[in-house]
């Protein structure tokens, strides 16, 4: 008998299991019927005894990582050398302007301001760059602040300052990780061991950055002693410029590249880069259900697409299962018809055409290039 079903018989056990085991040790010539003294007096205990069983399942899944939740589930981590990764708060630039345009100079470290709407979400500067830009990180950790791009306003008084906002998202934030994602990290067979520089140690490196969100190792990419990480945010999307060079100030700083002042080994020399997009525009004629609103329909269908889109992105740092090193990916048109065909109100589709061809488009993945599948023009016909 498994854990599993040594909780489910525990939890089998109820008032009613309970109660009858115990009513069935009575004489038959006493009163066992509902209201009598002794029913009255086993009953409560019978209660408890249930509760008791609830209790001995839930210490049997919470024992295992394989259903453990919660703060069980964090402790089972802790065993394994690792914990829960933790959200993160957004990292985003902003400018700030006089009345007449021009950047002022008087915005401090420690300032704060918060974005424009019913709910606003609170910023503080980190740090004032050379062209009097500012970085400001979200107060609040979590991903609600990933999509705001826009004025903001002085939560910190200063009379120089006319206009305030944000210009790009540096570094988006994660959520806190589910318990799911946590169970699979501890499930996953370590095929490789972490150690001296090797492909699973730069790995291991570049999941310790909490605004990288995936990433794909290149060794000996240019030659002896070289190595390149090609890194997305966390939307999966390519890193920007700041983020790249934080990443690689962390891994082989660039005043002292390949000395061993950062993460990697001594004589490594670390180059990291983002991804190059790929856009895959997709063409289809659809015949849509004359009962369902067409607009409506497309609206869904183009929200399926890029759902596929997002699973590609989400596998984009796996491992060619094949090969055992190196990377692949193919967007397939089928899957992508199969997306199309999902949605409520479609009757029949052709099958996609992807950027003006008929066939799938595989990615690559060598020294010079690594593509990023990004969902282009959707071009629905019917």
Do not use: C
Not at 55 to 67: G, H, L, P, V
Not at 92 to 102: E, P, R, T
Not at 262 to 286: K, M, R, Y
Request: a negative charge; aromatic letters at 8%; glycine letters at 6%.
């Amino acid at each position: 008998m498994n854990p599993e079903q040594y909780a489910a018989e525990y939890t089998s056990r109820n008032y009613d299991y309970w109660l009858d085991k115990m009513l069935d040790n009575v004489p038959d010539d006493i009163d066992q019927r509902e209201g009598s003294i002794v029913f009255d007096a086993l009953a409560p205990t019978a209660m408890a005894m249930a509760q008791q069983s609830l209790t001995m399942a839930n210490i049997i899944r919470q024992s295992y990582i394989k259903t453990a939740q919660g703060e069980f589930l964090d402790y089972r981590a802790v065993e394994h050398g690792t914990a829960r990764y933790s959200a993160t708060q957004t990292e985003v630039k902003a400018k700030f302007l006089d009345s007449d345009g021009n950047a002022i100079n008087n915005v401090q470290i420690g300032d704060q301001f918060a974005s424009i709407g019913e709910t606003p979400i609170f910023y503080t500067v980190q740090k004032i760059n050379d062209d009097l830009t500012g970085e400001l990180t979200a107060d609040d950790p979590g991903t609600t602040a990933n999509s705001y791009i826009g004025q903001i306003l002085p939560v910190t008084s200063n009379d120089s300052l006319s206009w305030a906002e944000i210009t790009e998202i540096v570094a988006p934030a994660r959520d806190e990780e589910t318990d799911d994602h946590l169970r699979d990290r501890l499930l996953k067979a370590d095929d490789w061991v972490a150690y001296g520089g090797n492909v699973a140690d730069y790995l291991s490196m570049i999941s310790k950055i909490n605004e990288v969100g995936a990433g794909q190792v290149y060794p000996v990419w240019a030659g002896p002693g070289t190595v390149k990480l090609v890194i997305l945010n966390n939307d999966l999307m390519p890193a920007s410029a700041d983020l790249v060079k934080k990443v690689k100030n962390i891994i082989d700083p660039e005043d002292r590249e390949a000395l061993g002042y950062g993460l990697a080994p001594i004589d490594h020399q670390v180059t990291v880069v983002a991804p190059s997009i790929l856009t895959i525009n997709v063409e289809s004629t659809v015949t849509i259900d004359t009962k369902q609103n067409a607009d409506n329909v497309k609206a869904k269908i183009k929200e399926a697409i890029e759902n596929y889109f997002q699973l590609l992105r989400q596998s984009w740092n796996t491992v060619d299962p094949k090969t055992g090193r190196g990377y692949s990916q193919t967007v397939y048109r089928s899957k992508i018809l199969s997306q199309i065909m999902s949605v409520e109100g479609v009757i029949n589709a052709s099958v996609p055409v992807l950027n003006g061809t008929d066939g799938d488009i595989a990615l690559t993945f060598n020294n010079q290039t690594s593509e990023l599948p990004i969902l282009g023009e959707v071009k629905l016909d019917g």
